[in-house]
């Protein structure tokens, strides 16, 4: 990491922290007394948190991570509880809370930087949600994930979204359907995660592949990770129609133009980072 700046982000330090080097920003849940559960306020925090990046030149990848025993013990029960007493019986406050947390899992996906999860402890039903949708995951030795809705009469549905476009079938089915926990180990082997590190070290190892990504070109990672994503439930004719309309466009670039020629004249790449 390198020369720390400041970062004019929209977020209560109470919920979410953020720290800037290096082209690598680095976001961590701060609410471990409440194992960092999806609140309402802090699924709304981490929505304006990543439309104030997706604007931003200066970044080039994202870690997130979660201060304390957990990385994130998905929603917030005690909250979504307390809305059985509205008049609705808490119907339209659910509605908002699940619609809310599906926007930020897109986002994620929507966003032009690669983010990466670096999960210690547990990951459990939204939190779990949470690391399948960011675009590589570490963890700690000692973390756990979890999908445990089954076990308390509300099935893990909206995780099971990005748990499933991870997982082999019959994997995710395991998750959602037994509700227990798989160590991280085995949530390498599922597909789940990148890579398993000793405990206490998912931040660092995090980081140090979040600047690898920032030193590249930010132009075609940015072209990259949304073509990947647009490609993914194409069907094979169609993917490479995508893939080479955007491989074309990447050509053109000044990135690419820079790229190619370093390589050609056996010297660095100095990146614009700009498209065209």
């Not at 929209?10 to 979410?16: A, D, K, P, V």
Request: net charge negative.
């Amino acid at each position: 990491m390198i020369e720390t700046q400041a970062m004019n982000l929209q977020t209560h330090s109470s919920l979410i922290t953020s720290s800037f080097a290096g082209g690598v920003c680095h976001l961590r849940l701060t609410q471990p007394s409440r194992r960092n559960a999806l609140s309402l306020e802090l699924l709304e925090a981490l929505l304006d948190t990543f439309s104030a990046l997706a604007t931003d030149p200066q970044v080039g990848a994202i870690v997130l991570s979660g201060e304390g025993p957990a990385f994130c013990a998905g929603h917030d029960l005690k909250q979504l509880t307390a809305a059985r007493q509205n008049a609705d019986g808490g119907e339209a406050y659910f509605a908002r809370t699940f619609a809310t947390c599906s926007q930020v899992m897109q986002a994620i996906t929507g966003l032009p930087q690669p983010v990466i999860a670096a999960v210690e402890g547990l990951a459990t039903a939204a939190g779990c949600q949470l690391v399948a949708s960011c675009d590589l995951a570490v963890a700690g030795a000692q973390a756990g994930f979890c999908t445990p809705g089954v076990n308390l009469g509300l099935f893990c549905t909206t995780p099971m979204v990005a748990i499933a476009s991870n997982l082999t079938q019959k994997h995710a089915l395991e998750m959602l359907l037994l509700g227990q926990v798989h160590d991280a180990g085995e949530a390498y082997r599922f597909g789940l995660v990148n890579r398993v590190v000793p405990a206490g070290e998912a931040e660092a190892c995090a980081l140090v592949l979040a600047q690898q990504i920032a030193d590249k070109s930010r132009a075609s990672v940015r072209l990259g990770k949304k073509a990947f994503y647009a490609t993914r439930h194409l069907s094979q004719a169609a993917a490479y129609d995508e893939a080479s309309a955007v491989m074309t466009c990447n050509m053109l670039e000044a990135d690419a133009r820079e790229g190619i020629g370093a390589l050609l004249a056996k010297r660095k790449p100095v990146w614009s980072h700009q498209d065209g």
